[in-house]
């Protein structure tokens, strides 16, 4: 099997989407499919099926999944270390990312890529959606790092990965000890928001739409840090992604029934060109995109 094969089956393994790969690797969608079947062919079964309009992989597409995996990230690195030597990665990279982002991911790890690549000038702005996207067309920043979608023509969003939403409630709340909690079981049940403009807003909002939840906004901040402090109190309660559930001291958190998730991806402005550092920032994050979901649902 060929190396642009095993890209092409991991990219559409890990969005579910001949559409999403397709784009997400500068391809048609034609010339994908036609690669995803040539692999098929050459290993004699299918990777994928088709429910409806959904897609999962197979048993085989489970066990080639970890292993095209291994095999794509051991060729990244070593296609980043010849190009360091070859040229060296250098010059500013201005890197936006949403506060439900920046302390949970982004700046455990950031240390990493600084020192992997030293004599990139990096420098990280974090604030709401709306303002970094601004930024990114004005040229301010290169790379914001958001939840998606964004719906904007001159930005181009790639997805990193899904994390699952929980609900927070105080510790001797009737949930607490729950193993799983139906959002449409609430009613009117006092509810805690970031304010407009902050994407973990719109994700708890259309989770409650989506589960008919009758919950009723009773403040509104900037701060996640200060909904956890009034959860602690028993004032309320929310919904927060797994990223987040390690700063949740003294709260309790609870699996909710069907599926309710949060997109992670990165975003740039379609007219920008790209830069080495802004390639390699990239292929950093998805390297370490695999480590979140696993590490924080087993930390629960």
């Known amino acids: 099997m060929e190396l642009h094969q095993l890209r092409y089956f991991h990219a559409v393994a890990r969005t579910r989407s001949f559409t999403r790969a397709a784009e997400e690797l500068g391809i048609g969608q034609p010339a994908l499919s036609q690669q995803i079947r040539t692999l098929e062919k050459k290993i004699g079964t299918p990777l994928f099926e088709r429910l409806g309009r959904s897609l999962r992989l197979t048993a085989f597409g489970e066990a080639l999944l970890e292993p095209a995996q291994s095999i794509l990230q051991q060729v990244a690195m070593a296609e980043d270390s010849l190009a360091n030597l070859r040229e060296g990665v250098r010059g500013r990279l201005r890197i936006g990312v949403i506060p439900t982002i920046l302390p949970y991911w982004i700046a455990p790890r950031i240390v990493d890529f600084h020192k992997a690549f ?57 949930l607490a000890g729950k193993p799983t909690v139906d959002l449409r079981a609430f009613v009117n049940e006092p509810l805690l928001l970031l304010k407009e403009g902050h994407c973990l807003r719109d994700n708890v909002l259309m ?89 924080q649902l087993l930390s629960l």
């Open 118 to 174: 030293p004599e990139v000038d990096l420098q990280l702005v974090e604030d709401a959606t709306p303002r970094l996207v601004e930024q990114l067309q004005s040229g301010d920043l290169d790379i914001v790092v958001a939840s998606l979608p964004v719906k904007n023509p001159d930005i181009i969003c790639s997805e990193l990965f899904r994390e699952p939403l929980f609900l927070v409630v105080a510790k001797d709340h009737p």
């Open 207 to 295: 989770a409650c739409t989506r589960s008919k939840a009758e919950l009723r906004s009773i403040f509104e901040t900037n701060q996640l840090e200060s909904i956890f402090q009034l959860i602690r109190a028993g004032f309320g309660v929310t919904l927060v992604p797994a990223m987040a559930s390690s700063h949740g001291a003294g709260c309790a958190l609870v699996r909710l029934k069907g599926t309710h998730t949060r997109r992670v991806g990165y975003l740039r402005a379609r007219r920008h060109v790209v830069t080495r550092p802004m390639r390699e920032l990239t292929f950093w994050l998805r390297r370490v995109a695999p480590e979140l979901p696993a590490g």
